[in-house]
């Protein structure tokens, strides 16, 4: 069996990246949506980019941003990949590809099987999908600790590598996995003190037990 990537996102200082590099987290995510509060400058993620180097690879994400915003993350983050996570279309992820000429991962929320059947649009234009649970109207589109049913995905086979996210903490992310063969699971408020704030032993108690 394939060992489970993960993915920690929303880290925004030294600190909390040291410790996803020391468990061996595969991805590491840098926000760069305004009203979160895991928001990063162009300005600190340049010097976590540099603190990373080439010991973890770093997905940028997006909601909604334009191509001027994206391209000077993308500089400022050294990034490998294009997270979208807003409202964009399969054509809008396909014009970000080709404008960026990198990985592109589109986020699609979560709640009932038809938003599972969604990823069918993007496989010809993403290069991962991740599936998020679905937030209430008017509340950030993810980091908010909420799940949905991982029975939804039991029978999904799209032709796309994919990934987990929502509510996945190290206590149940092992169940989370067994459930849905989730090939990367993706954590953010699992891993925190207080909403932007990662808590370091839960990172490394997180990135254990998605690999028991």
């Known amino acids: 069996m394939t060992e489970t990537l993960v993915k920690i996102c929303g880290i925004?200082?030294?600190?909390?990246?040291?410790?996803?590099i020391k468990a061996h987290a595969e991805w590491v995510g840098f926000n760069f949506f305004p009203p979160s509060p895991?928001?990063?400058?162009?300005?600190?993620?340049?010097?976590?980019?540099?603190?990373?180097g080439t010991a973890i690879r770093r997905a940028g994400v997006f909601v909604d941003a334009d191509d001027a915003a994206i391209a000077e993350a993308v500089q400022?983050?050294?990034l490998d990949?294009?997270?979208?996570?807003?409202?964009?279309?399969p054509e809008r992820a396909a014009q970000v590809r080709q404008r960026f000429g990198l990985p592109v991962w589109k986020v699609?929320?979560?709640?009932?099987?038809?938003?599972?059947?969604?990823?069918?649009?993007?496989?010809?234009?993403?290069?991962?999908?991740?599936?998020?649970?679905?937030?209430?109207k008017g509340q950030l589109p993810g980091g908010m600790g909420l799940a949905f049913d991982w029975g939804?995905?039991?029978a999904?086979?799209?032709?796309?590598?994919?990934?987990l996210a929502g509510g996945l903490t190290a206590a149940n992310v092992a169940d989370a996995i067994r459930l849905t063969g989730a090939p990367l699971v993706d954590t953010s408020s699992g891993v925190e003190r207080s909403p932007g704030i990662k808590d370091?032993?839960?990172?490394?108690?997180?990135?254990?037990?998605?690999?028991?």
Do not use: N
Request: with cysteine; hydrophobic share 50%.
């Open 12 to 20: 925004s200082t030294p600190e909390p990246l040291a410790a996803c």
């Open 38 to 52: 895991r928001f990063l400058s162009s300005v600190t993620a340049a010097q976590l980019a540099a603190q990373a």
């Open 76 to 78: 400022a983050g050294r």
């Open 81 to 89: 990949a294009i997270q979208l996570h807003g409202h964009e279309s």
């Open 108 to 136: 699609l929320s979560v709640s009932v099987a038809e938003d599972v059947a969604r990823a069918a649009t993007y496989s010809e234009v993403a290069d991962f999908l991740l599936f998020d649970a679905k937030t209430p």
């Open 152 to 154: 939804l995905l039991a």
């Open 156 to 163: 999904y086979r799209g032709p796309l590598p994919w990934g």
């Open 200 to 212: 370091v032993d839960k990172i490394a108690a997180f990135c254990k037990a998605a690999r028991l």
